[in-house]
């Protein structure tokens, strides 16, 4: 199994530019979330979904956008890229939602120049 | 605002030893996960302990919960080198914030050979 699967692994975004962080995961798992990792700040929820179709915001969404077509995939849009939402980016799944184990992807490292 | 905060934010220890990190956090949880990140790389899923639990053990690893103290800790037994790493407590908070797994900012655990 393939697990969570992240894409890219890096980008390099200008700042005003758009992109999609791709998060696919082959386990079935009906709760989906993203999250950003800052030096000294640990990981902070972008949003989250509990099955296809909904999706939810977390605590820092501003600026992101997501949607779950499938119960696949889950990925999450930069509308306008900034230089604050440089970052490391992980998708995680879980089975049934928060109070179970999440499974987590690789990561993709963002920088907004 | 993060939910969970460890401590030390630092811990160098000798291999062998036993490394104890602490997790405190601030309203009534459902439950209470550990994990684990090696550098550059995504979280690994340690233990998982539900409000009603007091004690779990997995291997070396043995957690507490107090929920009277809003607090938990992490005991690594018979360190090894390939335990250096990040380690996170998440919590899931009940009521409003069910379905978001909120993190603190890590213990980073150096092992020294």
């Known amino acids: 199994n393939a697990g969570v699967t992240q894409t890219p692994k890096f980008q390099v975004l200008k700042t005003g530019q758009s992109m999609t962080l791709q998060c696919a995961q082959d386990m079935n798992h009906e709760y989906m979330s993203w999250y950003r990792q800052d030096p000294g700040m640990g990981l902070r929820l972008i949003h989250y979904s509990v099955g296809a179709g909904i999706t939810d915001q977390g605590e820092v969404p501003n600026g992101y956008n997501v949607s779950r077509s499938t119960t696949e995939d889950f990925p999450l849009r930069l509308l306008s890229a900034a230089p604050s939402q440089t970052s490391v980016y992980f998708c995680?799944?879980?089975?049934?939602?928060?109070?179970?184990?999440?499974?987590f992807g690789s990561g993709t490292q963002l920088s907004v120049l | 605002s993060q939910q969970g905060e460890e401590d030390p934010q630092a811990l160098s220890i000798q291999e062998g030893e036993n490394a104890t990190m602490n997790c405190s956090y601030k309203t009534s949880i459902n439950n209470l996960q550990w994990y684990r990140q090696n550098s550059g790389r995504g979280l690994v899923h340690l233990i998982l302990i539900r409000s009603n639990e007091r004690e779990k053990h997995s291997g070396r690893l043995r957690v507490t919960l107090d929920t009277s103290k809003k607090s938990s800790s992490l005991l690594i037994t018979a360190s090894r080198a390939a335990d250096t790493a990040s380690y996170f407590c998440a919590t899931e908070y009940s009521g409003a914030g069910s379905y978001q797994l909120t993190f603190g900012k890590g213990t980073k655990l150096s092992v020294i050979p």
């Open positions: 995680a799944s879980s089975y049934g939602g928060a109070n179970e184990k999440l499974f």
